[in-house]
Structures are given as C-alpha cells and as structure tokens.
C-alpha cells in the first residue's frame, strides 16, 4: 500500500451556498486526520472570471492539483438533476486514469434517493418496458444495477459511502467515512 499524505477533495462544494465555510470544514477534517487537504481553488489565477482563458487557467490548475495529490475524495451528490456535478465525474475518471485510488460519497436526503433509477424516476419519470428495462420519458434505457451512482463512477470508487442526511449539500461525514477507508487502504 502507498503512503496518503494529500488528498484532492472533488465535488460541487465551490458553488454551493455557504462554499468557503463547506471547504474549510473539509480541510479541517482533512488536517485531524493528518491528511493535506488539497481543492482545485487553492491556487491563485492569473485571469479574470467570465473569460475563456479563466476557465482554461482553472482547468490546467485543477488537473495540476489533483496529479500532485496522492488520492481523490469525489463527493457525487445530486448536483442539479439526477447524477453527480459533471466536474466531480471527470475528476473522478481522470484520477482513476493516473491509478490515484479514488474514495467517494453520496449525501441524499432520503433513503429512496439512494438509488439511481429511482432518483431518474422522481425526477423526469420512468416505465418499465414489455422486456422489463426501465426508460426514462425519452425511451432511453435506464442503468439500473440498483447501485446509488453510474456503474463506472461506483466501481472505480475504492470505498462509496452513500448518507442520507437532512442536509446534503452541507453535510461532511461522508469525507470523514472516506478519510477512514483512506487511513485503512494505506495501513
């Protein structure tokens, strides 16, 4: 196993209400665990927000970041529609691709939403066709392992928590679940 000492923490929290209070709730936990905390904001850009080159210097710092992290801690929470940020994903797959184990969570607010299909069938709807696949409202086939997240964001993950939780944009103890696994990976 491979020493952790810094951990790349992904997810949606930079655009949520309350994101600086969020993140250094994070990082505190992080810091208990003796663990760097490591987020694609912390380095300072050069450019101006609401420009192309902005969003490429962001870009180009993030994945900086995440290589120099030795794990990635992916919060998949819903994030504006059934599935996790988009930008939490790629992290995700592209730290797999370097071969960083990857540690996720998923925090929901109730026990219904812990499962894919059915956080698709509460939002948009679903039928369940003459061969017995479920399909969204566009007749598309819905994945349907009865697992919280897509089957490839699940898999990669070293360890998923998924929490249910009154506040799921808020709540931390899923990076304190994975900062656990972390600690059991690298012993």
């Not at 360890?159 to 990976?185: H, N, R, W």
Request: overall charge negative.
């Amino acid at each position: 196993m491979r020493r952790i000492t810094s951990v790349y923490l992904s997810g949606p929290e930079r655009w949520a209400p309350g994101a600086a209070d969020l993140m250094a709730r994070q990082r505190r936990l992080c810091e208990a665990a003796g663990i760097k905390a490591v987020f694609a904001v912390d380095t300072p850009l050069v450019e101006e927000e609401g420009t192309d080159a902005h969003a490429r210097e962001f870009y180009v710092s993030a994945l900086a970041s995440l290589r120099g992290a030795d794990a990635v801690i992916v919060n998949l929470t819903p994030w504006r529609g059934p599935s996790a940020h988009p930008g939490a994903a790629f992290e995700a797959g592209f730290a797999s691709a370097l071969g960083k184990p990857v540690f996720a969570y998923m925090n929901v607010a109730d026990e219904e939403e812990a499962e894919y299909g059915a956080r698709v069938d509460a939002l948009i709807g679903s039928t369940l066709d003459e061969d017995g696949l479920w399909r969204d409202v566009e007749g598309a086939e819905i994945e349907d392992f009865g697992l919280p997240e897509t089957v490839m964001l699940w898999a990669e993950a070293r360890k998923f928590f998924c929490i249910v939780t009154p506040d799921p944009q808020g709540d931390v103890s899923g990076v304190e679940l994975c900062l656990e696994a972390m600690k059991a990976y690298a012993d």
